[in-house]
C-alpha cells in the first residue's frame, strides 16, 4: 500500500487536489490511469521523433544506434522521468512551487523553486518557437488538403516552403491557429480540457502513424528502410554519438523543464510511477520507430536524401507526396499527423505555468489567455528571423535568433533542469520522498544508485558536450 508522505486535501473519489492553489471541489487530475499515459505520450511524442529521431539513426549507425538509444533511456531518461512524475505527486503540479514543499523542513528549502521558474519560463520560450513550426505543418496540411501541392517541379517545392519562411504574416497566421486552439483546450482545465483532448487525439495519432506506415510500405522502398534504421554499424558508435543519444533521450521525453511534474501533479495515488514512466518510455520509442518506418520507405522509394535535416519533412518529403498515386491525401494525413504530434507537445508546454499561476478555474483562463498572448509576442522573435531579422546574428556568424532561441532553451536550460532534478531528488529531498512509489526495495535502490549518480554524469557529459564541444 502506497501512502502519501505529505497530504493534501483528499478529492472525495480518493483523487488528490492537484495543488492546494486549486479550489476546493474541482476535479482536475486524470480521469484514469490510460489518461495520463496518454498526456504524458503526447507530451513525449513531438517534432523529436518524426524527423529528428529517424534521421539521427540513419546517421549514426543504424541499429547500433538505436541499441544505444535504447540504453540512454534506460538510464538516463527513465530515471529523471520518475523523479519528474514522483516529484509532481508529492509536491504537486504548481513547478514553482513543488520544489520548496516537498524540501521545505530544509532550511533555504524553498531556494530550490527557482529550478522550477526556470523550467516554467523555459517552456514558454520553446513554445515560443514551437508552435512556430506546428504553424507550418498546419500550413502544409491545408495546403495538401486543397491539392495546391501537388504535380509541381521538384524545386518548386523548396520554393513554396521559402516564400513561406519570406511571409512574416503567413507564419503569424498559422502561429495563432495553432496557439488558438491549445489556448482553447488549456483554458478549459485538466479534466474537461487537456484529458478529452488526448483520449482522442492519441489514437488519431496512433491509426494515423500505422496507416502512413502501411503506405510507406507499399508505395516505398521498406527493404531499405529496414536496411538503413536497423542494420548496426558498431563502427560508427563514438563518444559523441552516445553524448547525442542520451541528449535525445532527454528531449524526447520532455524532461527539464517541468512539463513532466505537472502532469505527475495531476497522477491519483493509486497509479504505481515507475511501472507508468516505463509505458511512457516505451511508447515514447515506438512511436519514434514508427514514424521512421513511415518516412524512410518513402526517402528511399523516390531517391530522396534521408540526411536532409529540417528541410526533410518540409521540402523532401512533399516532393514525393505531390508525385505518388494520392498524394494529396497522404501528405495531408502526413502534416496532421504532426500537428496532433505537436499539438499534444503545446499542451504540455503550457502547463508549467498554467499551473503555477493560476488559482482555480475562472482564474485558469485567464491565465492561459495571458500567456498564449506572451507566447504569440515572443514567438515574433523566431518568425522575424526567418525574414527580416535573418541578418541579426548578434553572438556569430551562424546563429539567428531563431537559432539562440532554440540552442538556450533545448540546450542548454533542459539538461540544466534535468540535472538539478536529479541532484535534488537524489542528494536534497528526504529520502521517503519516492520510496514509497516502488514496489520492491531493489528497483528503489536501482533507481537511486541512477538518480544520484548515472543520470547526473550522463547528464553534465551532455551538457558540458552541447555547450563546450
Ligand atoms: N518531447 C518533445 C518532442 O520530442 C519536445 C519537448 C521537449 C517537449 N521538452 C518538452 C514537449 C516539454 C513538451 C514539453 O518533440
Known amino acids: 500500500m502506497r501512502t502519501p508522505i505529505l497530504s493534501y486535501p483528499t478529492h472525495a473519489h480518493g483523487r488528490r487536489e492537484t495543488s492546494p492553489a486549486t479550489k476546493a471541489g474541482t476535479v482536475t487530475g486524470w480521469s484514469s490511469r490510460a489518461a495520463f499515459i496518454a498526456a504524458a505520450v503526447g507530451s513525449a511524442v513531438g517534432l523529436g521523433n518524426i524527423w529528428k529521431f529517424p534521421y539521427m539513426v540513419g546517421a549514426n549507425g543504424g541499429g547500433a544506434f538505436v541499441i544505444l538509444y535504447l540504453a540512454m533511456v534506460l538510464l538516463v531518461g527513465l530515471p529523471i522521468l520518475i523523479a519528474e512524475l514522483g516529484l509532481g505527486r508529492t509536491g504537486g503540479a504548481a513547478v514553482t512551487r513543488t520544489f520548496g514543499r516537498i524540501a521545505h523542513e530544509l532550511r533555504g528549502g524553498h531556494l530550490w523553486n527557482a529550478v522550477g521558474w526556470l523550467g516554467a519560463a523555459t517552456a514558454i520560450l520553446i513554445l515560443s518557437f514551437y508552435s512556430v513550426i506546428a504553424g507550418w505543418a498546419l500550413a502544409y496540411a491545408w495546403r495538401f488538403s486543397l491539392g495546391s501541392l501537388q504535380g509541381l517541379a521538384a524545386e518548386d517545392y523548396s520554393a513554396r516552403f521559402d516564400a513561406l519562411l519570406a511571409s512574416p504574416a503567413e507564419m503569424i497566421f498559422w502561429q495563432l491557429v495553432v496557439l488558438g486552439a491549445a489556448a482553447f483546450v488549456a483554458s478549459r482545465g485538466v479534466r474537461a480540457g487537456l484529458d478529452r483532448a488526448v ?16 503506405y510507406a510500405a507499399i508505395i516505398g522502398d521498406a527493404a531499405a528502410a529496414l536496411h538503413f534504421m536497423f542494420t548496426p554499424d558498431f563502427s560508427a558508435l563514438t563518444p559523441e554519438v552516445a553524448l547525442s543519444a542520451a541528449g535525445h533521450a532527454f528531449f524526447t521525453l520532455s524532461l527539464g523543464l517541468g512539463a513532466m511534474i505537472a502532469y505527475g501533479g495531476y497522477v491519483a495515488e493509486d497509479v504505481a510511477i515507475p511501472r507508468a514512466a516505463g509505458w511512457i518510455a516505451l511508447f515514447d520509442t515506438l512511436c519514434a520507430i514508427a514514424a521512421g518506418m513511415a518516412i524512410m520507405p518513402i526517402v528511399f522509394g523516390f531517391g530522396l536524401d534521408p540526411a536532409a535535416g529540417p528541410g526533410l519533412v518540409f521540402v523532401t518529403l512533399p516532393v514525393a507526396f505531390g508525385s505518388m498515386p494520392g498524394g494529396a491525401l497522404v501528405g495531408t494525413l502526413f502534416f496532421a499527423l504532426l500537428v496532433v504530434a505537436a499539438m499534444t507537445s503545446i499542451f504540455a508546454l503550457i ?77 536534497v529531498a528526504p529520502r521517503k520522498t519516492m520510496e514509497h512509489m516502488f514496489d520492491s526495495h531493489f528497483a528503489f535502490k536501482l533507481w537511486l544508485l541512477s538518480i544520484r549518480y548515472v543520470s547526473p554524469i550522463a547528464v553534465i557529459a551532455v551538457f558540458t558536450h552541447l555547450t563546450i564541444g
Open 199 to 214: 483520449r482522442w487525439l492519441m489514437p488519431v495519432l496512433a491509426v494515423l502513424l500505422i496507416g502512413l506506415g502501411i
Open 351 to 427: 502547463e508549467p505555468m498554467a499551473a503555477s499561476l493560476a488559482d482555480g478555474e475562472a482564474d485558469r483562463r485567464k491565465w492561459v489567455i495571458r500567456l498564449t498572448a506572451l507566447t504569440a509576442i515572443l514567438g515574433l522573435i523566431s518568425v522575424f528571423s526567418f525574414n527580416i531579422w535573418s541578418d541579426v546574428r548578434p553572438w556569430g556568424e551562424d546563429k539567428t535568433l531563431f537559432d539562440w532561441l532554440s540552442y538556450l532553451t533545448t540546450e542548454v536550460s533542459l539538461p540544466f533542469g534535468g540535472l538539478c532534478v536529479a541532484i535534488f531528488i537524489g542528494w
